[in-house]
């Protein structure tokens, strides 16, 4: 099993500039998650997704845009890239009634 | 809204030596989970030790063991023995129990915790 993987691994745009952060998790998990992780503040939740075909705004949603494409593949677009989005990106999975969440390696971000 | 707070930005300890890394929290739930989460250099966030609100006795995973202080809303980590391969940012975390949380995680700030040989 992979586990969750996330591509790209590093990524850099200048402002204005849009993409797509992929998550893919081969567990079968009903739940998956997208946080961003910046100096000082810790992971802080994007968008989640409490199972296939939903999805939800977690704490900092605005900028961001997700798929939930199917039960594997959860995926996080930004339409217009600010500087203020430079961050490590985390997608995370989980079992429903699952205690734990499972994360990718993270995807490095530079908006210039 | 919940909060974790981890009031010590960077820690150290020598090699063998025990460290205790703290973490408080709020939240009006009596019913929830705490995680301590290791993040090494490699970014991998790696799950050390859980703790269930509902228990009294304090979780223990190897080296690894929690005082979970329910009504003062404490729950730190001790590393006893610590290793080099314990240097990492340690992250603490907060999960509201029920199914309606939908498994969403509330992080601390973290700590980095270098080891000394």
């Known amino acids: 099993n992979a586990g969750v993987t996330q591509t790209p691994k590093f990524q850099v745009l200048k402002t204005g500039q849009s993409m797509t952060l992929q998550c893919a998790q081969d567990?079968?998990?009903?739940?998956m998650y997208w946080y961003r992780q910046d100096p000082g503040m810790g992971l802080r939740l994007i968008y989640y997704s409490a199972s296939e075909g939903t999805t939800d705004k977690g704490e900092v949603p605005n900028g961001y845009n997700v798929s939930r494409l199917n039960k594997r593949e959860f995926s996080l677009r930004l339409e217009s890239a600010a500087p203020s989005q430079t961050s490590v990106y985390f997608c995370a999975s989980r079992t429903s009634g699952g205690n734990e969440q499972f994360f990718g390696p993270g995807t490095r971000l530079t908006v210039l | 809204a919940q909060t974790v707070t981890q009031s010590q930005p960077e820690m150290s300890v020598q090699e063998a030596e025990t460290v205790t890394l703290s973490c408080t929290y709020d939240?009006?739930?009596?019913?929830?989970?705490l995680f301590w989460y290791k993040q090494p250099p490699s970014r991998q966030m790696i799950l050390v030790i859980r703790q269930e609100a509902y228990k009294q006795q304090n979780a223990t995973e190897n080296r690894f063991s929690v005082n979970f202080q329910k009504a003062a809303k404490s729950f730190s980590l001790k590393i006893s023995d610590s290793q080099l391969g314990d240097a990492a940012m340690y992250f603490c975390?907060?999960?509201?129990?029920?199914?309606?949380?939908?498994?969403?995680?509330?992080f601390g700030q973290g700590t980095i915790l270098t080891v000394h040989p």
């Open positions: 939240t009006s739930e009596s019913d929830y989970y």
């Open positions: 975390a907060y999960r509201r129990a029920g199914g309606t949380s939908y498994g969403k995680l509330t």
């Open positions: 567990m079968n998990h009903n739940s």
